[in-house]
């Protein structure tokens, strides 16, 4: 891992109607619009569903470092970031971030200690550390 502190740098731009592209040197390009609930057409990424992305990208990514850390064996995990958008003290931002996980393990492997593995790996996640909305996991482990 490079020393901290870290960089990142993305560009966009906007018209008075239209996507609005997002780009990062290297990555291609995101085509934004408002959601359906800010009268946005609802079929590209928005702020608000990348903020969710990044929710749960990050905490996937997490997972596989503690896993590794642990020596945890697992066959997937599956996530979805549920987020909160609400009207608090004449400001909207999101209140509350709610990430379902499940995940799959071999026969044999401790549960508990896998179950753990994905609490910590939430709690590690620099995208939720973030945040000041509400968090809560809600993991399950299954043999697979």
């Given at each position: 891992m490079h020393p901290y502190p870290h960089l990142?740098?993305?560009q966009a731009s906007a018209r008075p109607e239209g996507d609005v592209?997002?780009?990062?040197?290297?990555?291609?390009?995101?085509?934004?619009?408002?959601?359906?609930?800010?009268?946005?057409?609802?079929?590209?990424?928005?702020p608000e569903t990348l903020l969710c992305a990044a929710v749960a990208d990050c905490f996937l990514l997490s997972f596989r470092s503690v896993a590794r850390a642990q020596k945890l064996a697992w066959t997937?995990?599956?996530?979805?970031?549920?987020g909160t958008l609400d009207r608090v003290e004449g400001k909207t931002r999101f209140t509350r971030i709610v990430l379902k996980a499940a995940l799959v393990v071999p026969e044999g492997t401790d549960r508990d200690k896998a179950l753990k593995a994905?609490?910590?790996a939430e709690q590690v996640c620099l995208i939720s550390n973030s945040l000041v909305a509400e968090r809560h996991v809600e993991g399950t482990v299954s043999v697979g």
């Open positions: 990142y740098t993305v592209p997002v780009s990062s040197a290297g990555l291609p390009v995101l085509a934004t619009a408002p959601p359906v609930e800010f009268d946005g057409p609802g079929d590209r990424w928005s997937s995990l599956q996530c979805e970031v549920q994905v609490e910590r």
